[in-house]
Antibody, heavy 121, light 109 residues
Framework: QVQLVESGGGVVQPGRSLRLSCAASGFTFSSYAMHWVRQAPGKGLEWVALITYDGINKYFADSVKGRFTISRDNSKNTVYLQMNSLRAEDTAVYYC??????????????WGQGSLVTVSS | QSALTQPPSASGSPGQSVTISCSGTSRDVGGYNYVSWYQQLPGKAPKLMIYEVTKRPSGVPDRFSGSKSGNTASLTVSGLQAEDEADYYCSLYAGSNNFFGSGTKVTVL
């Protein structure tokens, strides 16, 4: 079965960096686009980033553009979110998610359990 | 950045129906059919309930249905059950961007 497991969260000071990982299993990872979505405490969902199946195309929300990067290693079935210049407002649970089907439609049928990132001095 | 507007709350008694709206513009909801709906229980990851406006993933009860008229998409939950009490989010995929609505808390009275 499809499994997505995030790791790398924790407490970090403002201005510092952190890298999240999402290990995938149970499907042909190299065929699917992958997303990161976050949720601040007590708030709604916010889409963060998308990387296509081949890692060539990457898209970001305006709120993280220029600070966050997304990458993937298809040999390791893992997608990454590199977060630089972190701010207090980046504090959130970060989920990785996969589209239902190979052709991306934004229908995120599979989600990880989430990884909490807290930005605080 | 697109803004998809949902009512903050909705409620109904068991067995009744509740409809949640997701309002946008002709540049987003009105222009694309990649509208999805998610259910989120407290402390859990979201669950896909509807995709491409009207389609249900396998395993989602047929009490859940989606529709769209103009710039507004809607999720209807018929025959409300206690386990339907949750937060619901619409989302729109527009190629290089993915937007979520503000979320609606559904209460079963």
């Amino acid at each position: 079965q499809v499994q997505l497991v995030e790791s790398g969260g924790g407490v970090v000071q403002p201005g510092r960096s952190l890298r999240l990982s999402c290990a995938a299993s149970g499907f042909t990872f190299s065929s699917y686009a992958m997303h990161w979505v976050r949720q601040a405490p007590g708030k709604g969902l916010e889409w963060v980033a998308l990387i296509t199946y081949d890692g060539i195309n990457k898209y970001f929300a305006d709120s993280v553009k220029g600070r966050f990067t997304i990458s993937r290693d298809n040999s390791k079935n893992t997608v990454y979110l590199q977060m630089n210049s972190l701010r207090a407002e980046d504090t959130a649970v970060y989920y990785c998610a996969r589209d239902r089907v190979v052709f991306p439609t934004g229908a995120l049928g599979y989600w990880g359990q989430g990884s909490l990132v807290t930005v605080s001095s | 950045q697109s803004a998809l507007t949902q009512p903050p709350s909705a409620s109904g008694s068991p067995g009744q129906s509740v409809t949640i709206s997701c309002s946008g513009t002709s540049r987003d909801v009105g222009g694309y059919n990649y509208v999805s709906w998610y259910q989120q229980l407290p402390g859990k990851a979201p669950k896909l309930m509807i995709y491409e406006v009207t389609k249900r993933p396998s395993g989602v009860p047929d009490r859940f249905s989606g529709s769209k008229s103009g710039n507004t998409a809607s999720l209807t939950v018929s025959g409300l059950q206690a386990e339907d009490e949750a937060d619901y989010y619409c989302s729109l995929y527009a190629g290089s961007n993915n937007f979520f609505g503000s979320g609606t808390k559904v209460t079963v009275l």
